[in-house]
């Protein structure tokens, strides 16, 4: 593995051992001990292009776990804003020798441009609507915590799918793993192609999450909706969309609900769901998330 730009591009092993290490980090950081200066005199650089709560901090919370110096460059005050093109932001920012990179981009295919020009790891961090292969492993890792594996896992993602990078990466890591994956979603948030093979499409989401173990919700993503003629607003969106404890009762007695955050309470989910912890599991996808990112960067910085 020399960056990680999706999860296509990782085999099952590769998975298999990204996640059984993020496991040792997620028993390390609960009582256990790991080697707090692993990634010692290494400097990571976070370049956030477009807004996070949870990636970025969960990436910085992993990197100083791990002993690493870290650099958030901040593009608001960059010199981007002085017209210097985002290539030569790039190789500017190269020059300095990072030893990983992070990056975040709305423009598809970003990281992947990142990385034919860095010496260094790069690490997808969300890309447009194509990937967020990290999300995809501290959802997969959660689920294997409480469910015991992928294989033959009924998993429901539901919502604005077109536009959602988490869909994506989700997609090929739990169809690699065995589970079986339905989409959900009204026409106007059904992509037009399936990313992977072997995905099963509801547009009802009672058919959908019915017997289900997991029901993952998705934000319905309107800043990146260009053309909103056939949205429906908000209540109906919730009314017929939104996920509550009646409507849950489709699904499996012990099935858990994940949103990979952030949310809007009231439209693809009810509030009193998303707080009910007999269900949600979106807290421990955070959590997880930093043990996710701990992962990643180890196996790529200590080859
Ligand atoms: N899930 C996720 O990527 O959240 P942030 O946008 O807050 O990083």
Redo the contacts with the bound molecule.
């Keep these: 593995m020399e960056h990680l730009l999706d999860i296509d591009e990782l085999s099952v092993s590769e998975i298999k051992e990204i996640l059984d290490l993020a496991q040792f980090y997620a028993d390390a950081l609960n009582g256990g001990e790991w080697d707090r200066e692993k990634l010692k005199d290494k400097v990571v650089m976070t370049l956030f292009f477009e807004?996070?709560?949870?990636?970025?901090t969960s990436f910085n919370f992993a990197a100083l776990r791990l002993g690493a110096e870290l650099i958030n460059w901040n593009a608001g005050v960059s010199s981007l804003n002085k017209n210097e093109s985002f290539q030569d932001t790039i190789d500017t920012l190269g020059a300095m020798k990072p030893d990983a990179v992070v990056i975040r981009h709305s423009e598809y295919g970003a990281p992947i441009k990142v990385a034919e020009r860095m010496e260094c790891p790069v690490i997808n961090a969300?890309d447009s609507y194509r990937a967020?292969p990290t999300?995809a492993l501290l959802d997969a890792l959660t689920m294997i915590q409480e469910k015991g594996s992928l294989k033959g896992l009924n998993v429901a993602i539901c919502g604005d799918i077109s536009h959602s990078r988490?869909a994506n990466s989700n997609a090929h890591l739990l169809t690699k793993m065995g589970a079986n994956l339905r989409f959900v979603a009204p026409d106007f948030f059904k992509p037009e192609k399936m990313p992977v093979k072997g995905i099963t499409y509801y547009d009802s989401l009672d058919e959908g999450i019915d017997d289900c173990d997991v029901v993952m919700m998705l934000r319905v993503q309107k800043e990146r909706i260009a053309d909103k003629k056939g949205l429906p607003d908000d209540d109906t969106y919730f009314k017929n969309y939104g996920l509550t404890h009646e409507r849950l009762k489709a699904a499996k007695p012990d099935v858990m609900v994940m949103h990979?955050?952030?949310m809007n309470r009231g439209i693809e989910i009810s509030g009193e769901l998303a707080d009910d912890m007999k269900y949600s599991r979106m807290a421990k996808q955070v959590e997880n998330g930093v043990y996710a990112r701990m992962a990643v960067l180890d196996l790529l910085l200590t080859k």
């Design positions: 807004n996070s709560t949870r990636t970025v969300g967020h999300q988490v990979p955050g952030p």
